[in-house]
């Protein structure tokens, strides 16, 4: 399983991670904007403190927040209206996209601020493609929106922890798996300092040992190892004094 922001949003990269057995949580460029803006609003008041009556409700009719009915295909938006799917496809630039309508524009209160003047009426452009509305469905699942709750916390932190504690400015190395081997190394050393704080001398011998066989057997270090051995520690009063090795 693989977690990312939509930072990493490449389709022709998602495409073969779907192939792929690895399963990837990742929110589409619309969802990113709709965490954004509700971050803003929780954390940067000041933000809207400036902005007329006008523009803070063009602010409600923005794509991000017209709720998708996955079930119906179709778009709710902020205030009930319906947008349906128009029987065409629509091409742009040899891409095809579906577009989500209404015919309710002209009698609707919030025409001025909803839709825009060439068209006076609002339209949502999907892409017509089968493996992101995958994605995106499981992105939206409950497991999906689960499981990046815990990305912040687990990866944010350590990646930031890596770069201002252990002075890791950047890859040195090139190929998938010299970067991976890199990248396992600096997080094993990372891990092995954090873990020196609260243990003996000897168990961190045993551990760096550990290791090194490891290495010697596969040619590699996997991450998991310190997974492994999560029941093998002995601890007293919170600290490791051994290893059950």
Wanted: glycine content about 4%; charged content about 30%; proline content about 3%.
């Amino acid at each position: 399983m693989l977690c990312v922001d939509n930072g990493y949003w490449h389709i022709e990269s998602l495409h073969k991670m779907h192939t792929l057995p690895t399963e990837i949580v990742i929110p589409d460029t619309t969802s990113a904007s709709k965490t954004k803006a509700e971050l803003r609003k929780e954390y940067n008041p000041s933000y809207y403190r400036y902005k007329s009556d006008e523009e803070l409700e063009k602010e409600k009719f923005k794509p991000y927040n017209f709720f998708y009915d996955e079930e119906n295909d179709v778009y709710i938006g902020p205030y009930g209206c319906i947008l349906t799917r128009n029987e065409n496809t629509r091409t742009r630039e040899g891409v095809k996209y579906r577009v989500y309508s209404t015919k309710e524009c002209k009698s609707c209160p919030y025409n001025q601020v909803c839709t825009t003047k060439s068209k006076n009426k609002k339209e949502i452009s999907v892409r017509d493609d089968g493996v992101l509305d995958n994605i995106k469905s499981v992105y939206r699942s409950p497991w999906g929106q689960e499981i990046y709750k815990g990305r912040a916390p687990n990866a944010e932190g350590a990646f930031a922890a890596l770069q201002e504690s252990r002075n890791f400015r950047g890859i040195k190395t090139r190929g998938v798996k010299r970067v991976n081997d890199e990248l396992t190394l600096t997080a094993i050393t990372h891990n092995v300092k954090k873990i020196d704080e609260h243990m003996n001398v000897n168990v961190l011998k045993t551990i760096l040992n550990e290791i090194k066989k490891a290495k010697k057997a596969c040619g590699r270090v996997d991450m998991g190892i310190f997974d492994n051995w999560k029941d093998k520690f002995i601890c007293n009063e919170d600290v490791i004094v051994d290893l059950k090795i």
